[in-house]
């Protein structure tokens, strides 16, 4: 998962949605960006005990529906496969002179 949080309200918006407990926001480790970023190791490891549970699709989608980017880390097969990239067309079918179409 690829998870940015750049402003203090998405922090708080992180630390707010749903599944989450509010208590990141009190914690001094945490207190603003500069802390954050000090202890982020810490802090990544408690993101991803609050989140072994879900799917990358589920993770994307609570936290996007609280205005905090997050996204599937894809390898070419993960976003070949992806729902969004196939919707939008971001790969074609092409018929290539020496290995055929692909």
């Not at 749903?18 to 480790?29: C, Q, S, V």
């Amino acid at each position: 998962m690829a998870i940015a949080v750049e402003t203090e309200e998405e922090w708080q918006n992180l630390c707010t949605a749903p599944g989450r407990a509010g208590k990141w926001l009190t914690d001094e480790r945490f207190a603003d960006k500069v802390n954050r970023r000090q202890h982020r190791e810490e802090l990544d490891k408690l993101i991803a005990a609050k989140t072994v549970n879900y799917g990358a699709y589920d993770i994307t989608s609570i936290l996007q529906k609280v205005n905090v980017a997050a996204t599937p880390v894809m390898n070419a097969k993960d976003q070949y496969n992806d729902p969004h990239f196939r919707f939008k067309k971001t790969f074609v079918e092409m018929n290539h002179p020496l290995v055929g179409k692909k």
